[in-house]
């Protein structure tokens, strides 16, 4: 009787959320490497030649080198590296409530150009619209979140179904013929390489779903005791806010060219005596190390990756007085309890990436696995829908 139910239930859910999670699965895959394609697509941008004796540029200087082009740009941030052969990167703020992080110039630390802009970042932006919400918004969003529950049913159903084969030929059960035929070869390969891939795909979905529902997310920070991220709010309403805006761009015609050109100078050196201070601090290789400015104050956060990057979660922080010269906070990623290191992770552990090049790869291919089982479930829909007809 169960058995029926689950069969019933595995093959009514598979072709009703088939073609969703055949998306979902496979723009996952090509988004587990975007960082990868990106580089190597824009390997100008990213990679500089190292010209003999010449050092490189200080923060301020390839800020200024950046002005000529764009005079009214506010920097939000700088990213350097120690690799020698590594550009910079200049964060400017955007008026496009799209581009919420801002506008990244690439620069060469050395002769301070700028650098060709990156290609297939909105190629990527797109995949993963489709990817998270189908390019449907909220009710997209929804769609993949349930598509995702309903993965796990078929994956407990199926591995329920296959169960006595498992039992009886445990090491048989991962594997299949091509010399087989028929209905007997695709349920074979249907559900020898479903065992494969079934831990693959349930860490993709119990770390997908933490952006699907805020439900979720709270349950996994309520239950590894690690407090959510609160985001900064402005308790000003608008008309103030707005009294605000005119009276600041009043002072800013009011105040002489001169003395604004002399302020930012002033920050732009800041900038470069915080990096200065960070390497002194931390006196080691860095892989890449942003600095963002902060809205007053001399107090500098530095967010940095260790030389030999873990994981694009795997962020150290640092932060600075500039005036006191004083070391405030250092925090290590190696350092965090398990727990913090996990729930930090969820978009690593969802690309595979938290496991390294192999974990990267073995989820990719998991991915584009994916038309595979919903190709061959449904020829053995088809195929027992034949049966049926035949026998009546």
């Given at each position: 009787m169960y058995k029926k139910f689950w069969f019933k239930a595995h093959f009514i859910l598979g072709l009703a959320f088939g073609f969703i999670l055949l998306i979902t699965a496979t723009t996952g895959g090509l988004l587990s490497f975007e960082k990868e394609i990106l580089k190597l697509i824009n390997s100008k941008s990213y990679v500089v030649a190292v010209p003999n004796d010449v050092k490189k540029a200080q923060a301020h200087e390839?800020?200024?080198?950046?002005?000529?082009?764009?005079?009214?740009?506010?920097?939000?941030?700088?990213?350097?590296?120690?690799?020698?052969?590594?550009?910079?990167?200049?964060?400017?703020?955007?008026?496009?409530?799209?581009?919420?992080?801002?506008?990244?110039?690439?620069?060469?630390?050395?002769?301070?150009?700028?650098?060709?802009?990156?290609?297939?970042?909105?190629?990527?932006?797109?995949?993963?619209?489709?990817?998270?919400?189908?390019?449907?918004?909220?009710?997209?969003?929804?769609?993949?979140?349930?598509?995702?529950?309903?993965?796990?049913?078929?994956?407990?159903?199926?591995?329920?179904?296959?169960?006595?084969?498992?039992?009886?030929?445990?090491?048989?059960?991962?594997?299949?013929?091509?010399?087989?035929?028929?209905?007997?070869?695709?349920?074979?390969?249907?559900?020898?390489?479903?065992?494969?891939?079934?831990?693959?795909?349930?860490?993709?979905?119990?770390?997908?779903?933490?952006?699907?529902?805020?439900?979720?997310?709270?349950?996994?920070?309520?239950?590894?005791?690690?407090?959510?991220?609160?985001?900064?709010?402005?308790?000003?309403?608008?008309?103030?806010?707005?009294?605000?805006?005119?009276?600041?761009?009043?002072?800013?015609?009011?105040?002489?060219?001169?003395?604004?050109?002399?302020?930012?100078?002033?920050?732009?050196?800041q900038l470069s005596k915080a990096f200065k201070m960070f390497e002194i601090f931390l006196q080691k290789e860095y892989s890449s190390a942003t600095i963002r400015v902060p809205n007053k104050g001399s107090v500098y956060t530095i967010s940095y990756f260790d030389e030999d990057i873990i994981h694009s979660r795997a962020r150290n922080q640092m932060q600075i007085d500039i005036h006191s010269w004083e070391l405030l906070k250092h925090e290590r990623y190696e350092n965090k309890p398990l727990n913090e290191k996990l729930i930090g992770s969820m978009l690593p552990l969802h690309s595979g990436e938290y496991f390294g090049i192999i974990g990267q790869t073995l989820m990719f291919i998991a991915s584009m696995l994916m038309p595979l089982f919903a190709i061959t479930g449904l020829m053995l829909y088809l195929n027992r829908k034949q049966k049926k007809k035949k026998k009546a």
């Open positions: 390839m800020i200024a080198a950046l002005k000529q082009h764009i005079p009214d740009a506010k920097i939000n941030a700088v990213t350097l590296s120690s690799n020698p052969t590594s550009s910079a990167v200049i964060t400017i703020a955007s008026s496009n409530p799209q581009q919420r992080k801002g506008i990244n110039y690439y620069i060469n630390p050395y002769s301070c150009e700028l650098l060709p802009h990156i290609q297939g970042e909105s190629f990527f932006k797109t995949v993963e619209d489709i990817h998270r919400r189908l390019m449907l918004g909220n009710v997209g969003k929804q769609l993949v979140g349930v598509s995702s529950i309903v993965l796990v049913i078929l994956l407990f159903s199926g591995l329920y179904l296959y169960f006595p084969r498992l039992k009886r030929t445990f090491l048989a059960s991962f594997t299949f013929s091509f010399k087989s035929k028929g209905r007997y070869f695709l349920h074979s390969i249907h559900s020898s390489i479903g065992l494969w891939v079934l831990p693959l795909y349930l860490v993709a979905v119990l770390t997908g779903l933490y952006w699907s529902y805020d439900w979720y997310r709270q349950g996994l920070h309520t239950l590894s005791g690690v407090a959510l991220p609160v985001k900064p709010t402005m308790n000003v309403n608008k008309s103030a806010q707005n009294r605000m805006d005119t009276l600041a761009l009043e002072q800013n015609k009011k105040e002489p060219q001169l003395n604004r050109k002399k302020s930012t100078i002033t920050v732009d050196t």
